[in-house]
Protein backbone atom coordinates (compact mmCIF):
# COMPACT_ATOMS: atom_id res chain seq x y z
CA UNK A 1 0.00 0.00 0.00
CA UNK A 2 2.93 2.18 -0.08
CA UNK A 3 3.97 1.56 -3.67
CA UNK A 4 2.26 4.32 -4.52
CA UNK A 5 5.31 6.44 -4.57
CA UNK A 6 7.08 6.43 -7.91
CA UNK A 7 3.95 6.67 -9.59
CA UNK A 8 3.90 10.82 -10.56
CA UNK A 9 5.13 10.64 -14.42
CA UNK A 10 7.63 12.86 -15.21
CA UNK A 11 6.41 15.67 -17.54
CA UNK A 12 9.16 17.88 -19.75
CA UNK A 13 11.33 18.04 -17.02
CA UNK A 14 8.62 20.62 -15.53
CA UNK A 15 8.79 20.24 -12.14
CA UNK A 16 6.17 22.82 -10.67
CA UNK A 17 4.18 25.05 -12.83
CA UNK A 18 1.67 27.57 -11.45
CA UNK A 19 -1.27 29.29 -14.09
CA UNK A 20 -2.72 32.75 -12.97
CA UNK A 21 -2.51 31.35 -9.40
CA UNK A 22 -4.68 33.87 -7.00
CA UNK A 23 -5.24 33.76 -3.29
CA UNK A 24 -7.65 36.06 -2.21
CA UNK A 25 -7.79 36.59 1.85
CA UNK A 26 -11.38 39.01 3.07
CA UNK A 27 -11.04 41.53 5.79
CA UNK A 28 -14.31 41.88 6.35
CA UNK A 29 -15.53 43.83 2.99
CA UNK A 30 -11.73 44.09 1.88
CA UNK A 31 -10.09 41.94 -0.24
CA UNK A 32 -6.11 41.20 0.54
CA UNK A 33 -4.87 39.75 -2.77
CA UNK A 34 -2.23 38.37 -1.64
CA UNK A 35 -1.11 36.46 -4.42
CA UNK A 36 -2.41 37.95 -7.50
CA UNK A 37 -1.92 36.35 -11.02
CA UNK A 38 1.31 34.49 -10.67
CA UNK A 39 3.10 32.09 -13.29
CA UNK A 40 6.04 30.51 -11.93
CA UNK A 41 7.72 27.97 -13.61
CA UNK A 42 10.32 25.61 -12.48
CA UNK A 43 12.08 23.15 -14.12
CA UNK A 44 13.92 19.65 -12.81
CA UNK A 45 17.39 20.17 -12.16
CA UNK A 46 16.96 24.72 -11.43
CA UNK A 47 18.24 26.31 -8.25
CA UNK A 48 15.64 29.44 -8.23
CA UNK A 49 14.90 31.65 -5.15
CA UNK A 50 12.00 34.01 -4.91
CA UNK A 51 12.62 37.32 -3.23
CA UNK A 52 10.54 39.64 -1.70
CA UNK A 53 9.95 42.18 1.19
CA UNK A 54 7.53 41.35 4.30
CA UNK A 55 3.96 41.17 3.35
CA UNK A 56 5.01 40.46 -0.70
CA UNK A 57 3.31 37.27 -0.36
CA UNK A 58 6.15 35.00 -0.04
CA UNK A 59 4.24 32.38 2.93
CA UNK A 60 1.26 32.51 0.54
CA UNK A 61 3.02 31.19 -2.52
CA UNK A 62 4.83 28.49 -0.70
CA UNK A 63 1.47 26.98 0.96
CA UNK A 64 0.36 27.08 -2.34
CA UNK A 65 3.50 25.20 -4.03
CA UNK A 66 3.66 23.05 -1.04
CA UNK A 67 -0.15 21.50 -1.06
CA UNK A 68 -0.27 22.96 2.42
CA UNK A 69 -3.13 25.48 1.45
CA UNK A 70 -6.04 25.69 -1.42
CA UNK A 71 -5.83 28.50 -3.96
CA UNK A 72 -8.68 30.99 -4.57
CA UNK A 73 -7.96 30.36 -8.49
CA UNK A 74 -5.42 29.23 -11.05
CA UNK A 75 -3.64 25.82 -11.45
CA UNK A 76 -0.11 24.16 -9.80
CA UNK A 77 1.37 21.31 -11.30
CA UNK A 78 3.47 19.41 -9.72
CA UNK A 79 5.54 17.14 -12.11
CA UNK A 80 2.46 17.62 -14.35
CA UNK A 81 -0.28 16.40 -11.91
CA UNK A 82 -2.74 19.48 -11.22
CA UNK A 83 -2.86 19.63 -7.72
CA UNK A 84 -6.43 21.76 -7.32
CA UNK A 85 -7.85 18.31 -8.94
CA UNK A 86 -6.60 16.20 -5.79
CA UNK A 87 -8.43 15.20 -2.77
CA UNK A 88 -7.05 15.02 1.16
CA UNK A 89 -5.50 12.05 1.07
CA UNK A 90 -3.67 12.77 -2.66
CA UNK A 91 -2.61 16.05 -1.28
CA UNK A 92 -0.65 14.17 1.73
CA UNK A 93 0.73 11.96 -0.90
CA UNK A 94 2.14 14.95 -2.97
CA UNK A 95 3.39 17.06 0.17
CA UNK A 96 5.42 13.36 1.11
CA UNK A 97 7.60 14.15 -2.00
CA UNK A 98 8.07 17.76 -1.06
CA UNK A 99 11.54 18.54 0.70
CA UNK A 100 9.88 20.97 3.19
CA UNK A 101 13.35 22.75 5.15
CA UNK A 102 11.74 25.79 7.25
CA UNK A 103 13.59 28.39 9.18
CA UNK A 104 13.00 26.62 12.57
CA UNK A 105 14.50 23.85 11.07
CA UNK A 106 11.48 22.12 12.83
CA UNK A 107 13.23 19.20 13.96
CA UNK A 108 11.47 16.54 16.67
CA UNK A 109 13.50 17.53 19.66
CA UNK A 110 13.60 13.52 21.41
CA UNK A 111 14.37 12.12 18.56
CA UNK A 112 18.44 11.79 17.33
CA UNK A 113 19.57 13.27 13.93
CA UNK A 114 19.77 10.18 12.48
CA UNK A 115 15.97 9.01 13.74
CA UNK A 116 14.72 12.50 12.19
CA UNK A 117 16.06 11.53 9.01
CA UNK A 118 14.97 8.41 8.84
CA UNK A 119 11.32 9.89 9.64
CA UNK A 120 10.24 10.46 6.43
CA UNK A 121 11.16 6.87 4.97
CA UNK A 122 9.44 4.73 8.52
CA UNK A 123 6.28 7.09 7.17
CA UNK A 124 6.37 5.25 3.93
CA UNK A 125 6.60 2.13 5.75
CA UNK A 126 10.54 1.47 4.52
CA UNK A 127 12.14 -1.37 6.05
CA UNK A 128 14.73 -0.28 9.47
CA UNK A 129 17.90 -1.88 8.15
CA UNK A 130 17.36 0.13 4.83
CA UNK A 131 15.96 3.20 5.90
CA UNK A 132 19.14 3.75 8.78
CA UNK A 133 21.73 2.82 5.54
CA UNK A 134 19.94 5.51 3.73
CA UNK A 135 19.35 7.92 6.56
CA UNK A 136 23.63 7.68 7.07
CA UNK A 137 23.90 8.24 3.62
CA UNK A 138 22.06 11.63 3.94
CA UNK A 139 23.79 12.61 6.80
CA UNK A 140 27.16 11.87 5.08
CA UNK A 141 25.96 13.86 2.30
CA UNK A 142 25.11 16.78 4.74
CA UNK A 143 28.87 16.63 6.49
CA UNK A 144 27.76 14.95 9.66
CA UNK A 145 28.52 11.67 9.64
CA UNK A 146 30.10 12.21 13.17
CA UNK A 147 26.71 13.63 14.54
CA UNK A 148 24.16 10.88 14.08
CA UNK A 149 23.51 10.28 17.63
CA UNK A 150 23.14 13.51 18.51
CA UNK A 151 19.86 15.30 19.66
CA UNK A 152 18.86 18.89 17.50
CA UNK A 153 19.69 20.65 21.13
CA UNK A 154 23.11 19.13 20.90
CA UNK A 155 23.61 20.92 17.86
CA UNK A 156 24.15 24.37 16.27
CA UNK A 157 22.16 26.41 14.15
CA UNK A 158 23.50 25.53 10.92
CA UNK A 159 24.09 21.84 11.68
CA UNK A 160 20.43 21.44 12.87
CA UNK A 161 19.41 23.32 9.32
CA UNK A 162 21.87 20.66 7.65
CA UNK A 163 19.80 17.48 9.50
CA UNK A 164 16.81 19.32 8.38
CA UNK A 165 18.29 18.98 4.84
CA UNK A 166 19.17 15.41 5.22
CA UNK A 167 15.48 14.99 5.87
CA UNK A 168 14.35 16.55 3.15
CA UNK A 169 16.39 14.77 0.98
CA UNK A 170 15.08 11.36 2.83
CA UNK A 171 11.80 12.19 1.46
CA UNK A 172 13.42 11.91 -2.44
CA UNK A 173 11.62 15.00 -3.21
CA UNK A 174 10.87 16.01 -6.51
CA UNK A 175 11.76 19.48 -5.41
CA UNK A 176 13.25 20.87 -2.08
CA UNK A 177 11.03 24.03 -0.86
CA UNK A 178 12.90 26.15 1.07
CA UNK A 179 11.31 28.74 3.77
CA UNK A 180 13.61 31.61 4.69
CA UNK A 181 16.16 28.84 5.41
CA UNK A 182 18.39 30.91 7.14
CA UNK A 183 16.82 33.54 8.57
CA UNK A 184 17.67 31.93 11.64
CA UNK A 185 21.54 31.58 11.55
CA UNK A 186 24.34 34.01 11.19
CA UNK A 187 26.12 35.10 8.05
CA UNK A 188 28.96 32.62 8.04
CA UNK A 189 26.75 29.56 8.79
CA UNK A 190 24.31 30.85 6.09
CA UNK A 191 26.62 30.73 3.80
CA UNK A 192 27.58 26.98 4.69
CA UNK A 193 24.36 25.92 4.24
CA UNK A 194 23.82 27.74 0.69
CA UNK A 195 27.22 26.22 -0.28
CA UNK A 196 25.79 22.66 1.01
CA UNK A 197 22.30 23.20 -0.95
CA UNK A 198 24.51 24.28 -4.46
CA UNK A 199 26.55 21.38 -3.89
CA UNK A 200 23.51 19.42 -3.93
CA UNK A 201 21.91 20.90 -6.62
CA UNK A 202 24.85 21.08 -8.76
CA UNK A 203 26.48 17.35 -7.95
CA UNK A 204 22.84 15.39 -6.98
CA UNK A 205 20.77 17.52 -9.32
CA UNK A 206 18.61 18.58 -6.41
CA UNK A 207 15.51 21.05 -8.10
CA UNK A 208 15.69 24.16 -5.06
CA UNK A 209 13.43 26.54 -4.52
CA UNK A 210 14.44 28.75 -1.92
CA UNK A 211 11.45 31.36 -0.52
CA UNK A 212 13.79 34.52 0.88
CA UNK A 213 13.36 38.20 2.11
CA UNK A 214 17.32 38.18 2.01
CA UNK A 215 18.79 39.32 -1.42
CA UNK A 216 22.74 37.68 -0.13
CA UNK A 217 20.92 34.27 -0.23
CA UNK A 218 19.14 35.16 -3.83
CA UNK A 219 22.21 35.71 -4.83
CA UNK A 220 23.66 32.37 -4.41
CA UNK A 221 21.11 30.63 -6.50
CA UNK A 222 20.89 30.48 -10.13
CA UNK A 223 17.75 32.17 -11.07
CA UNK A 224 15.92 34.93 -9.03
CA UNK A 225 12.24 36.08 -9.28
CA UNK A 226 10.71 39.04 -7.42
CA UNK A 227 7.49 39.07 -5.76
CA UNK A 228 5.88 42.09 -5.10
CA UNK A 229 2.36 42.41 -3.76
CA UNK A 230 1.19 39.26 -4.71
CA UNK A 231 3.06 39.71 -8.37
CA UNK A 232 6.01 37.85 -9.52
CA UNK A 233 8.30 39.59 -11.89
CA UNK A 234 11.88 38.23 -13.32
CA UNK A 235 14.15 40.86 -13.12
CA UNK A 236 15.06 43.55 -10.48
CA UNK A 237 13.89 46.35 -12.35
CA UNK A 238 10.75 45.22 -12.64
CA UNK A 239 10.23 44.51 -9.20
CA UNK A 240 12.14 48.00 -8.48
CA UNK A 241 9.32 49.88 -10.43
CA UNK A 242 6.49 47.56 -8.90
CA UNK A 243 7.63 48.43 -5.51
CA UNK A 244 7.83 52.13 -5.73
CA UNK A 245 4.79 52.42 -7.42
CA UNK A 246 3.28 50.54 -4.45
CA UNK A 247 4.71 52.70 -1.76
CA UNK A 248 3.56 55.60 -3.23
CA UNK A 249 0.15 53.82 -2.59
CA UNK A 250 0.91 52.55 0.81
CA UNK A 251 4.06 54.19 2.53
CA UNK A 252 4.34 51.74 5.51
CA UNK A 253 5.74 48.47 3.07
CA UNK A 254 8.88 47.88 3.42
CA UNK A 255 11.98 47.50 0.41
CA UNK A 256 13.38 44.90 -1.57
CA UNK A 257 16.55 44.67 0.56
CA UNK A 258 19.75 44.55 -1.03
CA UNK A 259 21.08 45.53 -4.55
CA UNK A 260 20.74 44.12 -7.82
CA UNK A 261 21.66 40.23 -8.01
CA UNK A 262 25.13 39.80 -9.59
P1 LIG B 1 5.23 37.35 3.32
O1 LIG B 1 5.41 35.93 3.66
O2 LIG B 1 5.90 37.76 2.07
O3 LIG B 1 5.59 38.26 4.45
P2 LIG B 1 2.40 36.67 3.36
O4 LIG B 1 2.20 35.68 2.29
O5 LIG B 1 2.46 36.17 4.74
O6 LIG B 1 3.67 37.59 3.02
O7 LIG B 1 1.19 37.74 3.28
C1 LIG B 1 0.82 38.41 2.07
C2 LIG B 1 -0.36 39.32 2.36
O8 LIG B 1 -1.51 38.56 2.71
C3 LIG B 1 -0.12 40.26 3.54
O9 LIG B 1 -0.75 41.48 3.27
C4 LIG B 1 -0.80 39.54 4.69
O10 LIG B 1 -1.22 40.46 5.65
C5 LIG B 1 -1.96 38.86 4.01
N1 LIG B 1 -2.35 37.59 4.65
C6 LIG B 1 -1.58 36.49 4.78
N2 LIG B 1 -2.25 35.50 5.38
C7 LIG B 1 -3.49 35.97 5.63
C8 LIG B 1 -4.68 35.43 6.25
N3 LIG B 1 -4.71 34.17 6.68
N4 LIG B 1 -5.75 36.23 6.34
C9 LIG B 1 -5.73 37.49 5.87
N5 LIG B 1 -4.67 38.06 5.28
C10 LIG B 1 -3.56 37.33 5.17
MG1 LIG C 1 6.35 35.07 5.32
Request: proline share 6%.
Given at each position: MNQQRNELPATNGIVLETKDLKKIYMQGKVEIR???GVNLKVEAGEFISVLGPSGSGKSTLLNMIGALDRPTSGTIMIEGQD????NKNQLAEIRQHIGFVFQYFN?????TALQNVELPMTVKGMNAQTRKEKAIEFMNLVGLGDRVKHRPSELSGGQQQRVAIARALAQEPRFMLMDE?????DTRTRDEVLGLVKKLNDEHNVTVVIITHDAAVARMTKRTVYIVDGKLYNTHEEAIDAEQASRVLNDEKTHIDGGVPV
Open positions: ALDIGQMLIGRLPTGNI
